[in-house]
Nanobody, 121 residues
Framework: QVQLVESGGGLVQAGGSLRLSCAASGSIFSINAMGWYRQAPGKQRELVATITSGGNTDYADSVKGRFTISRANAKNTVYLQMNSLKPEDTAVYYC???????????????WGRGTQVTVSS
């Protein structure tokens, strides 16, 4: 079974920065992609940023130029550097991974438990 450990959430003033991290551990053969999603009260969960094993990235329009996603492959870890934070960024942020546990197994989507990010004005 795969476990995801998240850290870095908290309270920050508008214009400040936070750095989220998510480390995957357990029975892992390969990680195809990792990413971050967020969900605010009354809204659907939405994509923030993703990164593939080849380093290709995608960002939501609302965070382009402010957020940066990166990977430390040796540690099976994904980071989200969040700069110029706005109150609209307040949400629970979820780590997502797409993992194969054996060479012949299908890829499975795993989710972290979420970490709260609150931006005050």
């Amino acid at each position: 079974q795969v476990q995801l450990v998240e850290s870095g959430g908290g309270l920050v003033q508008a214009g400040g920065s936070l750095r989220l991290s998510c480390a995957a551990s357990g029975s892992i053969f390969s990680i195809n992609a990792m990413g971050w999603y967020r969900q605010a009260p009354g809204k659907q969960r939405e994509l923030v940023a993703t990164i593939t094993s080849g380093g290709n990235t995608d960002y939501a329009d609302s965070v382009k130029g402010r957020f940066t996603i990166s990977r430390a492959n040796a540690k099976n870890t994904v980071y989200l550097q969040m700069n110029s934070l706005k109150p609209e960024d307040t949400a629970v942020y979820y780590c997502r991974t797409i993992i194969a546990t054996t060479p012949s197994s299908s890829r499975v989507n795993y989710w972290g438990r979420g970490t709260q990010v609150t931006v005050s004005s």
